[in-house]
């Protein structure tokens, strides 16, 4: 399944690491120092920090989000609770 992060941008929810509040970068120096050399390697994402509500880390790339940690959340738990519901189409077909 697909998450739209916002921005144009849609990655595989299989791909999600983790997703972080923006805010909460720059309380790391560990972090901080990821992003730099991510940044390096020309591996981050970044549409305008300055709108970058959270960071959404995958397997290969780091992108800077619009929307909220919360917004994310919830679109990517949509996607599970979809992937689990049960496929009755062919039951409705005569």
Known sequence: MFIHIGDDNVIHSEEVITIIDYNLISSSTI???MLFNQFKDKKVI???????KSVVITKEYIYYSPLSVL???K??????TISKLDDFSE???E
């Open 91 to 93: 039951s409705f077909e």
């Open 75 to 80: 679109r990517a738990s949509m996607i599970s």
């Open 71 to 73: 917004t994310l959340k």
């Open 46 to 52: 970044d549409p305008g920090q300055e709108a970058a």
């Open 31 to 33: 972090n901080e120092q």
